[in-house]
Structure formats: structure tokens, C-alpha cells
């Protein structure tokens, strides 16, 4: 069974999410609390697996409460998955939660919330509590202190770059933590990268503005009609799909509302934009941790018109159903932990060493 505290301080929300949870045979609710201090004595005491997490609470927030966490080793094992509004504050806040620990998060229902809102909550909320309980269990290590720059030149003029390749990365459920240890160590070259990361619209701005900060490439947002050029970075939109186009031969970004998939933006379709404009030769498909099976049709396409291709290994995958499948079905070339994967990419791009 894995249990699960409920941390919020609306009744109205316990309630919702306490009826969500215990529809599942799975889980066990141990009960709620409705302020951070509450919280922490009960996670002291019932040693929860996981605890959903309001942020904005009375007495301790929710950030201060992933503090306190960090700091108690034994009450550091419990995963945590926040409660957010998706909104541009909601976002800012929930990244820094990320930042702070927390294993993911789904959007916080309230008494407006349709039918089918609280479906997809429910759907959300079910899947990702399991996939931090199976987290929990392995404790993934990152290696963070092993990490190294992989910078290949000190200073590089953007002006004398040719766009020569292209890399697409797909992530999801882990994404925002996991993003941090390939993208930042990516130097600037005759390359550009595309970010598909499973993220809701207001999310993805302020997640371009954040890798932006912390790396040596430019990361935007992408934009339709933006043009692609070597040595940047570009955040599929979310919410929606990204695309690349050829016009006057330039390459382009568009963004679009469909089609509609199950996984929003959609990594399969932006890999197969990403091949079709560049050939296998020259495009790098990379799978990273997230729930589901997106990227693993693609990715094994890339493969087989000659790309290079790279699966996130088990051992430092949070949610590790996406580059499973990249395996399962063919597609990954290569599987690495994430603190390999930035070499990964530079070895695919100067000429495919593996």
C-alpha cells in the first residue's frame, strides 16, 4: 500500500483530493493536515510515502515545508507532489518547489473545476503519486558532484555559425529538475536544440527564462515564425505543438493547437518535424524521464534514417516509462545517465562517437 498525507488548507480541496485517492486499492490515505506545521508533525509521525502539498498555507508554506524536509534526513525520504494553480504565479512558484524537492506536480482543483477537469486531476494525481512511490523505492542518485563542463570553446562568434544539426530532447514527468544536468552543459556550435517538455501553457515561458539563466546557450520560448539558429535553444510552447518549416531556406518554428494528443506538447510529432527538415544524419533524438510512451516512435524512426539517438538510463531516471519504451521498441542507440547525456550529444555532433 503506499500512503499518503493530504497538506492543504482548504477543506474543500482535502476532501476532493482525499475522495481521489481513495478510489485507488493502492493507496492509503492517513489523513490530512491544513497548515505547513501540522504537516511536518504528521509526516514526523505517520512517516507518510507521499504527501500532496498546497503551497500558498498559513503558519508554513509549502516551500517552507520542502525546506524542512531537505534538512531532516528522516523525514527526506518522503516524495512529495504539488498542489498548483496554473497560472504564471502558480508557475513560479511550482518551479521553485521543484527546485526545493518535490517530485512533480498536478493542477490544484477547486469548487469551479468541471466534471472533466477533476477527471484529468484524478488521472494526474493517481499516476504521478505511483510513480513517486516507485521513486521513492530506487532513491535514484544523480551524481551531481560528478558533473563536468563539456564546453568545447571559450568564447564562440554566433555570427560565423552554420546550423548544421539538430537536437531534440523529449522529457516529462521529472523534467524540470532532470533538464538542468544536460542543457546548461551544452556549448554553442553549428547546432540547435528543441525542448519538448510535458508542461501546461503558463509553465513554459518562465521554464525557458530559468535554463536561459543557467546556460551557455540562448533558450527561449519557441514561437511561431521564430527562426532557428545555431546556438539556441527553444521551449516548445506549452499546451501546444511545435513544428519546424522550411521557407526562402531558412528554417522556421511554428506553433499550433493541433492536432490533439495525449501528451501536450507532443515529443513523436516534433521529432518527426525535426528529421524531416534535417535528415537522419543530422538530427540527435534524445528520451529523458517522464510517464507514458511519447518520443519512442519517433526516436526509433531517427534511428533507422541514421541518427544518432540517446534513452536516459534507469538509474538516474525519475519516472523512468518513457525511456523504457525508446528502449523497448528500438529507438535508443544509446542509454546513459543523465550527467552522460551532454557528452552523448557533443560526440553525436562532431561526428557520432560513441
Known amino acids: ?129 505511483k510513480a513517486a512511490y516507485l521513486y521513492k523505492g530506487s532513491k535514484k542518485i544523480r551524481h551531481r558532484k560528478t558533473l563536468l563542463s563539456y564546453e568545447r570553446a571559450k568564447t564562440v562568434d554566433k555570427g560565423k555559425l552554420e546550423l548544421k544539426k539538430i537536437v531534440v530532447i523529449g522529457i516529462s514527468t521529472g523534467g524540470p529538475a532532470t533538464i538542468k544536468d544536460v542543457v546548461p552543459r551544452l556549448g554553442v556550435g553549428n547546432y540547435a536544440v528543441l525542448i519538448v517538455q510535458h508542461i501546461p501553457e503558463s509553465f513554459s515561458s518562465l521554464y525557458a ?49 493541433a492536432p490533439k494528443t495525449l501528451y501536450t506538447p507532443n515529443v513523436n510529432l516534433t521529432m518527426e518535424s525535426a528529421l524531416k527538415i534535417f535528415g537522419g544524419k543530422n538530427t540527435i533524438g534524445v528520451v529523458m524521464t517522464g510517464l507514458g510512451d511519447d518520443g519512442a516512435e519517433a526516436i526509433k524512426k531517427i534511428r533507422e534514417a541514421g541518427g544518432i539517438t540517446i534513452a536516459e538510463d534507469e538509474k538516474t531516471a525519475i519516472a523512468y516509462s518513457m525511456p523504457k519504451e525508446a528502449v523497448r521498441k528500438g529507438g535508443a542507440q544509446i542509454v546513459a545517465p543523465s550527467y552522460e547525456i551532454p557528452m552523448k550529444i557533443i560526440e553525436a555532433i562532431e561526428g557520432g562517437k560513441k
Not at 25 to 51: H, M
Not at 226 to 248: C, I, S
Open 209 to 257: 527564462r530559468r535554463l536561459n539563466e543557467i546556460s551557455k546557450l540562448t533558450v527561449v520560448e519557441g514561437k511561431t515564425g521564430m527562426l532557428l539558429e545555431p546556438g539556441n535553444a527553444y521551449v516548445a510552447k506549452g499546451g501546444h505543438q511545435m513544428f519546424l518549416e522550411k521557407r526562402d531556406g531558412k528554417v522556421i518554428i511554428r506553433i499550433s493547437k
Open 1 to 129: 500500500m503506499i500512503s499518503v498525507l493530504v497538506v492543504d488548507d482548504s477543506p474543500l480541496v482535502r476532501k476532493i483530493i482525499t475522495q481521489i485517492l481513495q478510489k485507488d486499492p493502492l493507496i492509503n490515505v492517513l489523513g490530512s493536515a491544513r497548515d505547513g506545521e501540522e504537516a511536518l508533525r504528521k509526516i514526523s509521525t505517520f512517516k507518510p510515502d507521499v504527501i500532496t502539498l498546497d503551497i500558498d498555507m498559513p503558519k508554513l508554506s509549502g516551500l517552507d515545508v520542502l525546506r524542512e524536509l531537505a534538512k531532516n534526513k528522516e523525514l527526506s525520504n518522503t516524495e512529495v507532489i504539488v498542489l498548483s494553480y496554473l497560472t504564471t504565479e502558480g508557475a513560479e512558484t511550482t518551479l521553485r518547489a521543484i527546485e526545493l524537492g518535490a517530485f512533480d506536480y498536478v493542477p490544484k482543483p477547486d469548487g469551479k473545476s468541471t466534471s472533466f477537469e477533476l477527471e484529468r486531476v484524478e488521472e494526474e494525481l493517481l499516476k504521478k503519486v
